[in-house]
C-alpha cells in the first residue's frame, strides 16, 4: 500500500466517498468526482466547524482506484473502507447490477444514514419505467431519501440548476446548512463571474490595443510655400518624396501645392517613432529632417534663390570686341557694375525673380532677355545687332 492510501479521513476512513455509478454516466460522475475533491469551504465553516477546507479528499472513483482482481472482493474492501456512499441516479444506474450491489453491501454495513443521492437523468419514482432513475435497492432500504438533482429548473442556465444540486449534495455530505452554503456559494459564483468579466474585458481592450497598434493606417503629406510666391517662376514640380520609417521606405511623387500625397498601409505601431523624410525638387532647397510621423503632415519648402538670382558673367561690345570695363548695367531693375576686366556678379531678390529677365544698359537701353538659370558665366554683348 503507498503513501497515499495510508491517508485517513477525520474519522479513520481510508475514503470519504464511494461514487456509484453506471458506465454510461461516467462523464456526470467524473464531473462530480472533480468538484467534490475541489470545493473549499468558507473560511468562517472551517473555523467554526473545525473543518479541513477540503474536506471531500479523497473519493474513490472506480475507473482511477479500482484494482483489477477479483471485483466483487475489491468492491467490498472499498466500500468499507468509504464514510459516505454516493449514488448517481439515472435510468441506466437503476437497472445496473453493480450500483445495486454497492448499494445493498454498503446499507448492509449499517451506514444507511450516509448514503446520498444525486440525480443526473430521468426523474425518480416516475410512472414511466424507462424514466425511472432510483435503484429498486434504494427503495427496499428507504422509504423516502433526499436527492440532489442537477435536472430541476431552478434557474434559467443549466450551470447553475448544477451548481445548485452540487451544493445540496456537499450539505447533505458535511451536515451543514443547505440555504447558508447556497448562499455562500451563489456569492462566490457572482465574484468568479465578475472576475471572468473582467478578464475577459481586459482581454478584449489587450486585443484592440494590439489592433490599434498594428493597423494599418494611411499617412497623408502636404508641401506649403515657405518664401514668398513669385508667380513669374516655374511651379513646384516633380518633387521627390522618400518617407523612411524603420526598415521600410516609401516613395512618393508630388507636383502641386495643392495636391495631397498619400502613403498607404503604414503600420500604426510606426507613428511611435522617428522616420526620415526627405523632399528633393529642382529650384527649391532640399529637405533631409527626422521627425515623429502623424496621420497628417504639413512640409514647409522654400524656394532657393539663387537658381534664377545669382549670376556670374562678363559684358563685352560686339562690334569693338572690348570688355565694358566700369560699365553699368541693370536686371529687372537691379543695377550693377562690371569690374575692370568687364566682369560682374549680380543678385536678383526673388520677388524680382522671372525666368527670362531683361539686361538693360546704355548699349541696349530697351534691354535683352537673359535666362541666368541657365547661362550662368557667359559672355553677353549688349550690342549684338540681334538684340538692338
Not at 146 to 152: D, G, P, Q, T, V
Not at 337 to 354: A, H, M, S, W, Y
Request: charged letters at 30%; glycine letters at 4%; hydrophobic letters at 35%.
Amino acid at each position: 500500500m503507498n503513501k497515499e492510501k495510508e491517508i485517513k479521513t477525520k474519522n479513520g476512513f481510508e475514503y470519504f466517498a464511494f461514487i456509484s455509478y453506471n458506465s454510461q454516466d461516467e462523464r456526470a460522475a467524473k464531473r462530480l468526482h472533480r468538484v467534490l475533491e475541489q470545493w473549499r469551504l468558507p473560511a468562517s465553516l472551517v473555523k467554526k466547524r473545525e473543518m479541513e477546507r477540503r474536506p471531500m479528499r479523497k473519493l474513490f472513483f472506480a475507473p482511477s482506484d479500482i484494482v483489477p482482481r477479483e471485483l466483487e472482493e475489491e468492491l467490498k474492501r472499498n466500500l468499507e473502507a468509504s464514510e459516505h456512499l454516493i449514488v448517481v441516479c439515472s435510468p441506466t444506474s437503476a437497472k445496473s447490477e453493480w450500483v445495486g450491489f454497492e448499494i445493498d453491501y454498503f446499507c448492509s454495513l449499517g451506514r444507511q444514514d450516509k448514503v446520498h443521492l444525486i440525480i443526473v437523468e430521468g426523474e425518480p419514482k416516475s410512472q414511466d419505467a424507462e424514466k425511472e432513475c432510483l435503484h429498486p435497492n434504494l427503495k427496499k432500504h428507504f422509504k423516502d431519501l433526499l436527492a440532489a438533482n442537477i435536472k430541476e429548473k431552478h434557474f434559467k442556465l443549466p450551470y447553475l440548476n448544477r451548481q445548485r444540486a452540487y451544493v445540496q449534495l456537499i450539505a447533505s455530505l458535511l451536515d451543514l446548512d443547505n440555504d447558508v452554503l447556497w448562499r455562500r456559494h451563489r456569492r462566490r459564483l457572482i465574484e468568479r463571474c465578475f472576475m471572468i468579466f473582467l478578464l475577459a474585458l481586459a482581454f478584449v481592450f489587450s486585443l484592440f490595443a494590439v489592433y490599434q497598434i498594428n493597423k494599418p493606417i494611411d499617412i497623408r503629406l502636404t508641401l506649403k510655400e515657405k518664401t514668398l510666391h513669385n508667380p513669374s517662376l516655374p511651379p513646384l514640380r516633380n518633387a521627390k518624396v522618400s518617407l523612411q520609417i524603420g526598415k521600410n521606405t516609401y516613395e512618393k511623387t508630388i507636383n502641386s501645392f495643392d495636391d495631397t500625397l498619400v502613403f498607404n498601409e503604414i503600420a500604426s505601431s510606426s507613428l511611435k517613432g522617428s522616420a526620415r523624410l526627405k523632399i528633393m525638387c529642382k529650384d527649391w532647397f532640399e529637405v533631409d529632417t527626422t521627425l515623429i510621423p502623424t496621420k497628417i503632415m504639413s512640409i514647409d519648402m522654400s524656394r532657393n534663390p539663387s537658381v534664377y538670382g545669382e549670376y556670374e558673367g562678363e559684358l563685352c561690345s560686339y562690334k569693338t570686341d572690348e570688355i565694358l570695363a566700369n560699365y553699368k548695367f541693370s536686371v529687372e531693375g537691379v543695377e550693377c557694375v562690371t569690374d575692370e576686366n568687364g566682369r560682374f556678379k549680380i543678385f536678383v531678390p526673388l520677388e524680382k525673380q522671372k525666368d527670362i529677365m531683361l539686361l538693360k544698359c546704355d548699349l541696349n537701353p530697351q534691354g535683352f532677355p537673359v535666362m541666368f538659370s541657365r547661362e550662368n558665366g557667359v559672355t553677353f554683348y549688349p550690342d549684338y545687332e540681334e538684340y538692338i
